[in-house]
């Protein structure tokens, strides 16, 4: 029963940047591979960047190179740090853990000029 809040979305000008941050709290926190997924207007959510619980790292092939998913056990914190962003990575993000929880309710970012 991990609670999960998203935050950082906003808007900006393509090629800028933000960091998302995902607060968990509610059950351990370390243990779980965290994920960020995302999911625009008339598209299914898809997977953006995963983190295992040991430190490694996926990411879907149109964001390699421009985020970095990282997390902070300590402070029971999952990150995403977005450069170079374009339009079409415009959705509400999300996160959560696998096995999967419930859903928070997703941060927006808005990239446009």
């Known amino acids: 029963q991990v609670q999960l809040v998203e935050s950082g979305g906003g808007l900006v000008q393509p090629g800028g940047s933000l960091r998302l941050s995902c607060a968990a709290s509610?059950?351990?926190?370390?243990?779980?591979?965290m994920g960020w997924y995302r999911q625009a207007p008339g598209k299914q959510r898809e997977s953006v960047a995963t983190i295992a619980s040991g430190g490694s790292t996926y990411y879907t092939d149109s964001v390699k190179g421009r985020f970095t998913i990282s997390r902070d056990n300590a402070k029971n914190t999952v990150y995403l740090q977005m450069n170079s962003l374009k339009p079409e990575d415009t959705a509400v993000y999300y996160c959560n853990r696998f096995p999967f929880g419930d859903w928070g309710q997703g941060t927006q970012v808005t990239v446009s000029s």
């Open positions: 509610g059950s351990i926190f370390s243990i779980y591979a």
